[in-house]
Nanobody, 121 residues
Framework: QVRLVESGGGLVQAGGSLRLSCAAS????????MAWYRQAPGKQRELVAT???????NSVDSVKGRFTISRDNVKNTVYLQMNSLKPEDTAVYYC???????????????WGQGTQVTVSS
């Protein structure tokens, strides 16, 4: 059974920091590109940051310089370090194991249940 379990969300003042964690089980974690998405009230879910199996990272412009994604393939965990938080970062944050395609083989993608991040002004 595949599980992605996020933790680390909460309430923080603007300018503060949080570190989100997502612990994966039931998948070969090291071969997956992992991602963090977020969904604010009344808005569509958006991609925040990704990290490939090789450790290459990317993030959306709105969080560049403030958020850092990382992974630990021994602990099967992906992290999102969030600094200089702003009220507009308020959202439910989800981790995702992105679909893997190796030749004709396709491994499905998986979502976590989400963790709430609230940034007060």
């Amino acid at each position: 059974q595949v599980r992605l379990v996020e933790s680390g969300g909460g309430l923080v003042q603007a300018g503060g920091s949080l570190r989100l964690s997502c612990a994966a089980s039931g998948i070969i974690f090291s071969i997956y590109t992992m991602a963090w998405y977020r969904q604010a009230p009344g808005k569509q879910r958006e991609l925040v940051a990704t990290i490939t199996s090789g450790g290459s990272t990317n993030s959306v412009d709105s969080v560049k310089g403030r958020f850092t994604i990382s992974r630990d393939n021994v602990k099967n965990t992906v992290y999102l370090q969030m600094n200089s938080l702003k009220p507009e970062d308020t959202a439910v944050y989800y981790c995702k194991a992105e679909e893997v395609r190796i030749g004709p083989v396709r491994l499905s993608d998986y979502w976590g249940q989400g963790t709430q991040v609230t940034v007060s002004s």
